[in-house]
């Protein structure tokens, strides 16, 4: 585990070929698990360090999005309440029933579904800190955020990405940049995306200009009469001067330019 603030501690695995982060925050009545990784063992550290730390304070599990690598380690917190927006636990269901070939088979122990759910904000105070959940729709239409007020740390799961994020809800395109426009108001000095190093607001700005970009970019290709498997945008075009991308990211990426081809 890796401590960023006094109250906040980050645990990352590899999952599916990418590094994932799940985070941990210490408040006075409560103690907050954001995302669960890929299965129950990857949590294991999380689990230790509650042990520890949790002395009487309430445990709340938060699933930033359905996505696999975001849940499949709810097992790890059976008994404890596991927090989402509220269209999270029919999204954990139909993604196990869509056979497609990214997402692993679930976990033995199974997939323990959010049990509170919420829809724009929800927010937990006690004597020592203010935890704030906010849906930020666009990678996902049930992605939320978590942000610590007194630490200005926000845990961002995969509503913002490095070096460039996934799209992942159809037409998305107006409520993604939306929520990043929201969240460019939040008086945060750290962001930790689940994908990608702890950064500070260039993230979002980076973030918006690949979405603004790739989106006209993949506009004019298709007005000018450019076939799907011919359009040829590379990455480093929408990408930060300097901001490598390798090999997953470019995989990535190339899914980006379709889906935003068969939208426009
Ligand atoms: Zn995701």
Not at 248 to 255: F, P, S, V
Request: proline share 6%.
């Amino acid at each position: 585990m890796e401590q960023l603030t006094d109250t906040v501690w980050l645990h990352s695995v590899v999952a599916g070929g990418f590094p994932v982060a799940a985070g941990v925050v210490l408040g006075h009545d409560r103690i907050f698990v954001f995302d669960t990784l890929d299965s129950p063992q990857a949590m294991a550290p999380v689990a230790e360090l509650l042990d520890g730390l949790a002395a009487g304070r309430r445990v709340i599990v938060v699933n930033s999005h359905h996505h696999w690598d975001h849940v499949y380690g709810n097992a790890a917190f059976a008994g404890h309440d596991i927090v989402a927006h509220r269209l999270c636990p029919r999204l954990i269901v139909a993604q196990s029933r869509s056979g497609a070939e990214s997402v692993p088979p679930k976990p033995p122990e199974g997939v323990a579904l959010p049990s509170i759910g919420f829809g724009d904000r929800l927010r937990y105070e006690d004597r020592s800190t203010t935890v704030h959940l906010i849906h930020t729709p666009g990678h996902t239409e049930d992605s939320i955020i978590l942000y610590v007020e007194q630490s200005e740390v926000l845990l961002a799961g995969d509503t913002v990405e490095w070096p460039l994020p996934a799209l992942s809800m159809r037409d998305g395109e107006k409520v993604y940049l939306q929520t990043l426009r929201q969240l460019t108001q939040l008086p945060a000095r750290r962001i930790v995306p689940a994908h990608g190093p702890v950064m500070g607001k260039e993230i979002i700005d980076a973030n918006q200009r690949y979405i603004e970009g790739l989106y006209d970019a993949v506009r004019s290709a298709k007005r000018a009469g450019v076939e799907r498997g011919d359009l040829d945008l590379p990455a480093t075009a929408f990408v930060p001067a300097g901001a490598g991308v390798g090999d997953t990211y470019r995989a990535l990426h190339r899914q980006n330019v379709e889906w935003v081809y068969d939208e426009v």
